[in-house]
């Protein structure tokens, strides 16, 4: 069992930046394919990013350029640096943690972001 604990949410205006982070139980990302997913209000879970265990990265177009994913391996901690950021970036912000080769999922019990002037 896999346990998630996300941190790092709250209010921000316009073009302001946060910085979300994951707190993983265990050395597991070399195992793992680790991602941030968002849900806003009325709408469905929607992927944000991943980063593999070799690092490769891959984003959604929306937060291109404007959002990066990274992982500490010594913290068993990912992050989501968050830039530039608009309106419809507020949603609610979860971490994820899929098994390669396997249909092992975890998710986190999401933090808030908002982002409003």
């Known amino acids: 069992q896999v346990q998630l604990v996300e941190s790092g949410g709250g209010s921000v205006q316009p073009g302001g930046s946060l910085r979300l982070s994951c707190a993983a139980s265990?050395?597991?990302?070399?195992?793992?394919?680790m991602g941030w997913y968002r849900q806003a209000p009325g709408k469905q879970r929607e992927l944000v990013a991943t980063?593999?265990?070799?690092?490769?990265?891959n984003y959604a177009d929306s937060v291109k350029g404007r959002f990066t994913i990274s992982k500490d391996n010594a913290q068993n901690t990912v992050y989501l640096q968050m830039n530039s950021l608009k309106p419809e970036d507020t949603a609610v912000y979860y971490c994820?943690?899929?098994?390669?080769?396997?249909?092992?999922?975890?998710w986190g019990n999401g933090t808030l972001v908002t982002v409003s002037s």
């Open positions: 994820n943690a899929k098994r390669i080769f396997s249909r092992e999922n975890y």
């Open positions: 980063i593999t265990s070799g690092g490769n990265t």
């Open positions: 265990g050395s597991i990302f070399s195992r793992y394919v």
